[in-house]
């Protein structure tokens, strides 16, 4: 299977579950997870369209998408999101390459971001991430520690929130699954309520295995990475 075919398959499967839940289409990006993949099959997804990707670590996506500091031809028109842990020490060059940090998990990385972006004129859009449980590592334990995370970031000028992000526990039980992701809506609902003038929209949940529940519990963004690149050796 080609990446372009991949990505058609996708988009007609994201547009059959959101029809079948009563969503629009438009409501749900997709996001290409490239990590571990090259510059070749990154080309291939951003010629059949894709205009949103995802890198686990600053280092492999400066590479590929920005050696110096701007991006690569053509990548100039892409948003670029930060899906995984952040180091402390990369988060400077994180802030310089990724259009939005999508894995902010823990307070500290709040603080160097806040740092870091102090004198930006516009703010660099972050997710908060909560954990989903069982054997995940990363991400704020509740909506009591999300509550924190958004009081951290509204007293950093050069952070702004975008919403929330999780990863569904690694299992094939789909109850837990759906779990994950209803809890995540519900931490949006409660945000919302608490925190009104903040931007909340994005749900950033769903990957290859889970995303048709993911969009079934109001996910706004999945990230697929094998579904569209196929298996990464690492
Ligand atoms: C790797 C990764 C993905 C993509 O996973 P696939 O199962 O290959 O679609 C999505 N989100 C995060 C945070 C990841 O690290």
């Not at 993949?37 to 951003?46: E, F, G, I, M």
């Not at 050696?67 to 100039?76: K, M, S, V």
């Not at 789909?174 to 309520?193: C, E, M, P, Y």
Request: proline residues 3%; aromatic residues 6%; glycine residues 8%.
């Amino acid at each position: 299977m080609s990446v372009a075919k991949n990505i058609n398959h996708i988009m007609e499967e994201v547009g059959e579950t959101c029809v079948r839940a009563g969503r629009k289409t438009s409501e749900v990006q997709i996001m290409a997870v490239s990590k571990f993949k090259d510059l070749q099959a990154v080309r291939q997804a951003y010629d059949a369209g894709v205009r949103l990707f995802g890198e686990s670590r600053v280092q492999e996506a400066a590479e590929k998408f920005s050696p110096q500091t701007g991006r690569l031809e053509p990548f100039n028109d892409i948003q670029l999101h930060l899906i995984g842990s952040l180091q402390r020490n990369k988060a400077k060059k994180a802030a310089a390459i990724f259009d939005c940090i999508q894995s902010v998990d823990r307070t500290e990385v709040i603080e160097e971001l806040g740092k870091i972006t102090h004198g930006r004129t516009t703010p660099l859009p972050v997710l908060l991430e909560l954990n989903a449980g069982e054997d995940s590592k990363s991400g704020f334990p509740n909506t009591d520690g999300l509550c924190r995370a958004a009081e951290n970031v509204l007293g950093l000028k050069g952070l702004t929130i975008n919403g929330l992000m999780t990863m569904a526990p690694w299992t094939d039980n789909d109850r837990l699954v759906r779990h994950a992701f209803s809890n995540l809506k519900k931490a949006q609902q409660i945000l919302t309520g608490k925190f009104p003038d903040s931007n909340w929209q994005t749900l950033s949940m769903g990957m290859s295995g889970d995303f048709k529940i993911a969009i079934q519990e109001g996910s706004t963004l999945i990230r697929i990475g094998t579904a569209i690149f196929g298996g990464r050796a690492v």
